[in-house]
């Protein structure tokens, strides 16, 4: 999310034997050897004419040299205003790009259980462990709030708690999310049930 590239995360993804593929940005200093000499902000990369990326292996970052590193710009001109500038593990840059194309599939979700609906940003909590308990709870709530949605779209009090003429511009989630408050709220009985067989 945003330029979240240091280098300490980028060791301890390796010590932890992940791949990764982590955006950086257009001022990060790049250079071919770790003493940093000749060189220069990433912003100053571009691909050949008519190619989308340019891939270069095995390179140093930072005015610290940490690497060696994988670094991939990435500009699609059809999709996108503004190109990408990409820190990789990975040896190939297609996969890398395939990878970091995953981050749009979560996105949302990382906005509902954020600014969008739980507000879990707030929390201040620092302590892992609590912070990694908290983020199941929000992802079974979240759960929750979709399956809801199932039900609230055809549910006489809709209109109760969404306006029936903006419903397509809201999120399945919003409307689990208002569904769940308004039964909350109103003290309606809730009758919920996980199963591995969910479809």
């Known amino acids: 999310d945003a330029e979240f590239d240091g280098c300490e995360l980028q060791q301890s993804c390796l ?17 071919d050897h770790p003493n940093m000499e000749n060189a220069s902000a990433f912003g100053h990369l571009a691909a050949s004419i008519g190619q ?8 140093y970052v930072t005015k610290q040299g940490f690497g060696p590193v994988n670094v991939l710009f990435w500009h699609d001109r059809t999709r996108y205003d503004r190109p990408l500038y990409l820190l990789t593990s990975l040896e190939y840059g297609p996969q890398a790009e395939t990878y970091y194309r995953k981050r749009y599939h979560i996105e949302t979700f990382f906005g509902d259980i954020k600014s969008r609906g739980f507000h ?31 039900d609230a779209r055809t549910s006489a009090q809709l209109g109760k708690f969404c306006r029936k003429d903006r419903i397509d511009s809201l999120s399945v989630f919003q409307i689990g999310l208002r ?21």
């Not at 010590?15 to 250079?31: F, I, N």
């Not at 199941?136 to 199932?150: G, N, Y």
């Open 15 to 31: 010590a932890h034997g992940w791949e990764y593929v982590l955006k950086t940005a257009k001022d990060t200093l790049v250079a």
């Open 52 to 59: 989308k990326s340019l891939f270069l292996p095995q390179m």
């Open 120 to 150: 879990i940003h707030k929390t201040r909590i620092e302590e892992p462990q609590t912070l990694f308990n908290l983020l199941i709870v929000a992802s079974l709530a979240f759960i929750i709030c979709i399956l809801f949605e199932f």
């Open 179 to 199: 569904a769940v408050r308004f039964y909350v709220r109103h003290a309606m009985n809730l009758s919920f049930q996980f199963s591995k067989n969910f479809p």
